[in-house]
């Protein structure tokens, strides 16, 4: 993590950039389906507060369930972000921790969704695994949508 919580990072191809005036804290994992296919296998992100981003270049965006919407870059197509924008909005946003050197410092702390992990994966160490059934319990507007 930069000492003062400025990071600076970019899509593949360069069109798309991002700047985030915030401490990153964490990467967080996610197996649930949608996560899956969006990133073709376990989906990463980093949360920080949507008014610390500033996005600039060419982003598309769909809206990936009722409640979410995710945004990636119209040139090269890398995922960009993941944020709410249903009721249950807290303005926070999820960006992809590929778009920062180094994760921008972050390090993955949390898996929810951790029990439909695929059988060909397996993640060791220290970190905070979050079930299907609790992660919907405490959230919710949410429901796996395979």
Not at 8 to 24: I, K, N, S, W
Not at 50 to 78: L, M, Y
């Amino acid at each position: 993590m930069s000492e003062d919580g400025h990071h600076q990072g970019a899509c593949l191809c360069g069109a798309v950039t991002v700047r985030v005036d915030a401490p990153f804290l964490r990467v967080t994992g996610c197996h649930c389906g949608n996560c899956a296919r969006w990133s073709g296998g376990l989906f990463l992100s980093i949360e920080v507060p949507r008014d610390k981003v500033q996005i600039d270049g060419p982003v598309k965006s769909h809206a990936a369930t009722s409640f979410s919407e995710r945004g990636w870059c119209d040139t090269c197509g890398s995922s960009v972000y993941l944020r709410n924008t249903g009721v249950d909005d807290d303005g926070e946003m999820e960006l992809m921790p590929g778009l920062f050197e180094n994760f921008g410092g972050a390090r993955l702390t949390r898996i929810v969704y951790a029990d439909r992990c695929p059988d060909g994966l397996s993640i060791g160490g220290d970190i905070e695994r979050v079930s299907a059934a609790t992660y919907e319990a405490e959230n919710l507007h949410v429901e796996d949508q395979r």
